[in-house]
């Protein structure tokens, strides 16, 4: 369960972040029905903000409450739902509320069913094929009632007529709220310090592989389960220097990390605690890992899949996710290890973007490599890192242009 030291009730906080956010109303419906709420007056109250939002009408205390009330909710007050938004931070924490309100309407339902079950079977004028057919029509009825009323199909017609929306950048051109990229590489090539080389930056406002100035720096969480604040300290101390003189800020207010030792994302309490950092520091990209600290084991889809899960739900906040992974050991004909990541096949389906990090035969750099297909091709990932001197980063993207290199560095042998 999420930590939190509010009072208020799974579905107070559910309505709570729909009042705080109602962006996030499109995502907790496909989550959550009226139906799963306890209490009649938040039922109520919930069905008010579903049609509000349906209607394009504003979602806000007053007019959450006005029709709430029409509905049949008693005893309500606006000062109620002012007071329940008040206790949460932002919005953004919605659809994991939702989610618990679903757990438990799911859980109360096979509780009764189970119930009836025990007394039917134990009732000697009722056949136990009645009382078995009846639990598996039970069984089956909360299975396909706990998504399937949050379905909506539109017509051809409607989409193709609805305008795109516009890209919701977090770095224009690389990365966009709800990417997913994992970066893999054999032991000792520098994936690591990539990764914090990518966060370092934008932090600052400098676009992580053009090194050209942002609109605005990114706010970045490091949930960071393998490395101590010792080594972090040791290898980031040049890279935040040299952004805070190049960028449009120094990073180092814009960038959180946690440096401890391996979770468990799988279980609630774990996952929670990363959910109330994410509250805390409302990042625009986080980065966590690596997986395999994530989890007991990653080894096949069975034991892969309730990370996956996990892992999206912090995805469903609207940040982006970059992560760490490692290879297997064995090497192919030519000598060369797989760049995928090792364990499950399902991790190299889930993100958008999967890069390994490959030596590079000039001995002066790493190849990027692509060990899936970018679900978006037309991103500014590089293709190679060049070997940085004591004056640059440690890695230096090739599409960094020269004319941008001699503003940094005033030449370009730099590299």
Known sequence: MLSTSTDLTPEQLTIASC???????????????????????????????????KNGSPIEPFTVTDMAIRKGALGLKRADLISWMGQVSS????TYYAEEVRQAATTRRLNALTQRF???INDPQVQTSD???????????????????????????EILSTPDSPQDWIIPNLLEKGD???????????????????????????????????????KVLYVDVENSEKQWRRETKHIAALSAEKGLEPPHENIHVHCGGRMNLTRDRDLGLVHKL???????????????????????????????????TLRDRGLAMLMEAHIPKA??????????????????????F??????????????????????????????????????????VPDNVVDTTRQRYYLETNDF
């Open 180 to 218: 997913r990229l994992i970066v893999t590489g054999q032991e000792g090539m520098g994936k690591t310090l990539w990764l914090r080389q990518l966060g370092i930056t934008a932090a600052a406002g400098i676009h992580p592989t053009t090194w050209e100035r942002l609109d605005r720096p990114a």
């Open 354 to 395: 999967g890069l390994g990090l490959a030596a590079s035969e000039d001995k002066f750099g790493a190849d990027v490599i692509p060990w899936r297909g970018h679900r978006d091709k037309n991103r500014e990932w590089p293709t190679k890192l060049w070997t940085g001197s004591r004056n640059s980063y440690p890695w």
């Open 131 to 157: 009382a078995m057919q009846r639990m598996m029509h039970g069984l089956e009825e909360i299975r396909d009632n706990s998504i399937s009323s949050g379905l909506l199909a539109k017509s051809l017609g």
């Open 118 to 120: 025990q007394q039917e």
């Open 19 to 53: 009042l705080r956010n109602p962006d996030v109303v499109s995502l907790v419906r496909s989550k959550v029905d009226p139906a799963d709420f306890t209490h009649p007056r938040d039922e109520y109250v919930y069905e008010a903000i579903l049609e509000l939002h």
């Open 331 to 352: 090497q192919d004909a030519n000598g060369k290890r797989n760049l995928a990541p090792r364990g499950s096949s399902a991790l190299m389906g889930w993100p958008e």
């Open 278 to 312: 994410v509250d805390e520091h409302d990042p625009d990209i986080l980065f966590i890992g690596p997986i395999y600290r994530l989890a007991p084991s990653v080894n096949n889809d069975e034991e892969a899949s309730p990370l996956i899960a996990a892992l999206d």
């Open 91 to 94: 919005g953004h924490s919605a």
